[in-house]
């Protein structure tokens, strides 16, 4: 017995400090090389950068598509909680339509109809590094070719901007004076769209291996005039909590300020910014207002870069006109501007 628990207890020792030898043989990966790296000073920044894994070179060509989605806005046959009825209140000879708050009626087959997106993947783009996802929701009157993609330019103010984003434009109300937000009223339905945006937009880059990265970069809503509301209600209902990093409104205030304002109080880890003209000033100062009165500090300016929990509300322009301020604001490209201030998306 007592020549036997010793040899015990020496093998015993042996087996642990073999375990141990593999544990940092370096043909055994490390738990150190998985964790991520201690955060820096440019955490500070937003949105985050995330972790990406992938082996896809970047882009060496743009990418842009009309693609229809499944989970677009529209088509819609729900309920419109801005009005309390059916979004589709009226009828004439087989054709249903939508009353709008001015009391003029668009048609469902000319208007509310498109399951259109546009989206755009810049020349460069690299699915390895961290990355964001804006979302762009326009205002009156306009299509997406000939408005979003021509005359506004967002796929080349993305591409033009260096930063490592892609671009997802869904159609809203075509070519009308009309802000419904259509199925992004329902709770989650904004998610989901942000969701199929993720698998087209791998379907698009070529590596359907990255839906994965798609399907997990934070997001940014950009609205321009009347693409306030679907913002307003993609904000408060669409699901995405704090993927969702910052809002950006060009003279676009001109109503939901309760739904605003609660977003900025309650995500202080997010960004917001509102440029304002003539058409949005009243709208801007009131909210000014509500946010003095809930203690929430805000910035005239714009900071360089842009900070986790930054609210700020500025002129639009001196001489900027609201039909062009997407391409003459206070700086020539608004939305390149403001992609360029965040740090930490570099292409």
Request: charged share 25%; aromatic share 8%.
């Amino acid at each position: 017995m007592s020549s036997t628990k010793p040899r015990g207890l020496r093998s015993l020792a042996r087996g642990l400090a073999a375990a141990a030898l593999a544990l940092l043989s370096p043909t055994q990966p490390s738990a150190l090389a998985k964790s991520p790296a201690a955060p820096s000073s440019r955490a500070e920044s937003v949105p985050r950068p995330h972790q990406v894994q992938s082996r896809s070179a970047p882009l060496k060509q743009s990418k842009t598509a009309l693609v229809e989605f499944e989970t677009a806005p529209f088509p819609y046959e729900g309920w419109d909680p801005t009005a309390n009825k059916t979004f589709l209140d009226v009828e004439e000879a087989g054709r249903r339509g939508h009353t709008t708050p001015f009391g003029r009626v668009y048609w469902q087959d000319e208007t509310y109809s498109s399951r259109q997106v546009l989206l755009h993947i810049p020349k460069g783009f690299d699915v390895r590094r961290p990355c964001l996802m804006i979302v762009y929701f326009h205002g009156h009157g306009a299509t997406l070719e000939r408005d979003v993609r021509e005359r506004q330019q967002l796929p080349t103010q993305i591409t033009d901007s260096g930063m490592n984003a892609v671009l997802v434009a869904p159609q809203l109300a075509v070519d009308a004076a009309d802000s419904s937000a259509g199925r992004f009223w329902e709770p989650g339905a904004f998610g989901r769209f942000v969701g199929e945006a993720a698998e087209k937009l791998a379907r698009l880059h070529g590596d359907r291996r990255s839906v994965r990265t798609f399907a997990s970069m934070p997001v940014v809503i950009v609205a321009y005039s009347g693409g306030y509301l679907p913002a307003a209600w993609a904000m408060e209902r669409g699901g995405l909590k704090k993927r969702l990093r910052g809002i950006v409104l060009l003279d676009a205030l001109y109503g939901a300020l309760d739904k605003f304002a609660a977003w900025i109080e309650s995500n202080r880890s997010a960004f917001f910014v509102s440029a304002y003209l003539d058409t949005t000033r009243e709208k801007n100062a009131e909210l000014e207002r509500i946010l003095t009165e809930r203690t929430v500090s805000f910035n005239t300016e714009l900071d360089q870069p842009l900070r986790q929990g930054s609210v700020t509300i500025l002129p639009g322009g001196t001489d900027a006109t609201h039909r062009d301020l997407l391409t003459h604001g206070w700086v020539a490209n608004p939305v390149e501007d403001l992609l360029k201030r965040l740090a930490g998306y570099r292409r």
